[in-house]
């Protein structure tokens, strides 16, 4: 099943402007080299191995550019890939192909580095009831891709932007004047709005997390930045009450510790900003 982003017009919206980007008034190199009647073929070679993802992004590209192309998918979002499998063979229009290759390839790319990433960080906190998940920290314009290739790797999606969640970090926390104001005042804004949007209070330490639970009527908890002798205090102080998320320096040689204090979630910026590309290619045949 999608996430709910993931609706037709936002990935329209996507498609025509990385198209406005990238062609702009025309891909002139393929229109000057290749006689418009010109029909050819071409396949998606995979160079890594990894987790896929972007596939049906590919297919919605190249249709976008091209209705007459016909793509056909050998691999689906979320399959593990090798060097040497093919993932899709488009045929059709020969200048309509090159024009969709870069904009098709940079996504594919990208996300399968993201999916591939995800899914071997997820691995890692198998043995534990901790879930992985992403945060706000992604490519302006590209969120949507990347947000989808955590999902298809096996992360879970934090909120999308600021408007689905309310999050309280320590920020809002100081400038509101601690804890219990910017809870109420989140809870009468919302209430007077007619929002129905989950809250979440970032805590800096085991004063902050009684405060939070003082107060009460707060979804989730964030533990910032705690050693794990902290987390797991705060873990037994929350006793169940509401879902807690770990968030912080945490790097994949420190994941599995943090996940066996008893988190609910931990998130980490690196699934979408500290991921390799996967290589592939897609070459004429």
């Not at 702009?24 to 010109?38: F, H, N, R, T, V």
């Not at 609910?264 to 592939?280: E, N, P, Q, R, V």
Request: proline letters at 3%; charged letters at 25%; a negative charge.
């Amino acid at each position: 099943m999608n996430p709910p982003y993931l609706t037709a017009k936002a990935l329209d919206q996507f498609i025509q402007t990385a198209i406005a980007e990238d062609i702009g008034p025309g891909d002139y190199s393929s229109l000057a080299a290749i006689p418009s009647e010109k029909s050819g073929k071409a396949q998606l070679l995979i160079k890594s191995e990894g987790i896929i993802a972007g596939v049906e992004m590919a297919k919605l590209i190249f249709k976008t550019i091209d209705q007459r192309l016909t793509v056909d998918l050998l691999k689906k979002d979320g399959e593990y890939i090798q060097p040497g499998d093919i993932a899709l063979v488009v045929s059709g229009p020969s200048i309509s192909i090159l024009s969709a290759e870069r904009l098709v390839l940079n996504c594919m790319q990208r996300m399968s580095g993201i999916a591939s990433f995800t899914h071997r960080l997820t691995q890692k906190i198998i043995h534990t009831h901790a879930r992985l998940m992403d945060t706000r920290k992604t490519t302006p314009n590209f969120r949507l891709m990347e947000k989808w290739a955590v999902h298809i790797g096996g992360g879970v999606n934090h909120r999308f932007a600021l408007y689905d969640m309310i999050m309280l970090k320590d920020n809002h926390v100081d400038f509101a004047g601690g804890i219990p104001n910017a809870v109420r005042n989140a809870q009468k804004y919302l209430r007077e709005h007619e929002l129905d949007l989950k809250i979440e209070v970032e805590t800096r330490n085991l004063q902050e997390v009684q405060e939070v639970l003082e107060v009460g009527g707060v979804d989730f908890i964030m533990l910032d930045n705690m050693d794990y002798a902290t987390m797991r205090k705060a873990v037994a102080l929350v006793n169940g009450k509401m879902s807690i998320e770990a968030s912080g320096g945490i790097t994949e040689e420190t994941l599995a510790e943090v996940a066996e204090c008893g988190v609910d979630f931990i998130s980490m910026g690196a699934l979408t900003y500290g991921a390799k590309a996967l290589d592939m290619s897609l070459k004429a045949c």
